[in-house]
């Protein structure tokens, strides 16, 4: 059962692409705790390019949670999707009349700060605010407890993809964010 996160237990600080250069070294000491089991992966290795790629977008927006001690603990950042190029459409045959995309790059939390809820509380903060129509995911396919969650958080499967030679195949998945 996930359990809530109070804000007195974790502070949520949001960036623009104009603090990349503050917060990268932060976001690489994040993802090297995460991922530390699959460091030797050379997918796992090239994150520093990808955030790089997201951060240098002029729409990209992250939210980094940091514990009581200031420590930093997650995160998650993507951008707006150029219109028309939103490339989740080629996995639906009919697109929906509103196809604003804020396209969700990553979302993740050090080993010791998982299943307590902050996973949805890092969403909830950096998706609350956008205005798109809806917003888009990759989920590793062989974490199908991963794309469960977030199918619970109102996702849905549209196709699978393998954007690079070296990267897992991953579910496409969207969100409505008119839905309430």
């Known amino acids: 059962m996930e359990h809530c996160v109070t804000t007195a237990d974790v502070e949520l600080?949001?960036?623009?692409?104009?603090?990349l250069a503050k917060i990268r070294q932060t976001?690489?000491?994040?993802?090297a705790d995460a991922y530390a089991a699959r460091a030797d992966e050379e997918f796992v290795q090239r994150f520093p390019w990808f955030v790089d790629h997201w951060g240098g977008k002029a729409g990209f927006s992250c939210?980094?949670?940091h514990d009581g001690d200031g420590e930093p603990i997650g995160f998650t950042y993507g951008a707006p999707s150029e219109a028309g190029q939103e490339w989740w459409r080629e996995y639906v045959t009919t697109p929906p009349e509103?196809?604003?995309?804020f396209a969700l790059s990553e979302l993740m939390l050090r080993v010791a700060w998982r299943g307590r809820g902050l996973g949805r509380h890092l969403h909830q903060a950096l998706l609350g605010p956008?205005?798109?129509?809806?917003?888009?995911?990759?989920v590793d396919t062989k974490r199908p407890k991963l794309q469960a969650l977030y199918e619970s958080w109102g996702y849905r499967k549209v196709g699978v993809r393998q954007p690079f030679p070296d990267s897992p195949?991953?579910?496409?998945?969207?969100?409505?964010?008119?839905?309430?």
């Open 13 to 19: 600080r949001h960036y623009t692409h104009n603090d």
């Open 27 to 31: 976001l690489l000491d994040v993802h």
């Open 169 to 180: 195949v991953y579910a496409v998945m969207v969100l409505d964010l008119t839905a309430e």
């Open 63 to 65: 939210v980094i949670a």
């Open 98 to 101: 509103e196809t604003s995309t």
């Open 130 to 138: 956008r205005k798109e129509a809806l917003a888009a995911l990759t």
